[in-house]
């Protein structure tokens, strides 16, 4: 006998979310478009945003981001809204980089997220072998020297981050 449905629960978002790095700003900040996505299948639209400070906690731990301290380390971080329509960030593991290559030696795993968290995007970071401070998710330069990210919208998580 088949399930008669097998989104029961989804929690999805449903339209691109369009995150952007606005580079050379001041702060830590993010635009994104409306999209509407679903929470263990409650349906709900995040409203469009420009030039919003980006968090300064992990949705997951409360505290605020471990960040990357050395050069050669990179890690992830799952953008997306609650519930209650803010816009949430929980970070990943952090790895070591070929300092030659720049490239992860292992990548970094996606963090555990909260129950009331509908993952919109994700950004690797690298800080690379010119990084001359420690970068801070939410409080760092998007743009600080020897700091690189790839941002990827995506509509679910999927089973690892794309590093290359």
Excluded at 45 to 54: D, G, P, W
Excluded at 128 to 143: D, E, K, M, R
Aim: glycine content about 10%; charged content about 10%.
């Amino acid at each position: 006998m088949e399930k008669a449905n097998d989104c029961a629960g989804i929690t999805v978002a449903l339209g691109n979310i369009g995150l952007t790095a606005i580079s050379g700003q001041a702060t830590h900040t993010y635009s994104a478009s409306a999209t509407p996505f679903a929470i263990n299948g409650k349906a709900y639209t995040f409203a469009s945003k420009t030039t919003q400070n980006f968090p300064t906690l992990d949705a997951t731990t409360g505290l605020p981001f471990v960040g990357l301290l050395a050069a050669n380390t990179g890690t992830v971080v799952v953008v997306g809204s609650n519930a209650a329509l803010a816009v949430q960030a929980s970070q990943g593991s952090v790895e070591k980089l070929d300092a030659e290559l720049g490239t992860f030696r292992i990548p970094p795993s996606f963090p555990a997220l909260p129950e009331d968290f509908c993952p919109m995007a994700y950004i690797v970071i690298k800080a690379g072998s010119t990084l001359a401070a420690p970068f801070v998710i939410g409080t760092g330069l998007w743009n600080q020297t020897g700091v690189t990210e790839a941002i990827q919208n995506i509509g679910a998580l999927p089973d690892k981050p794309q590093v290359a």
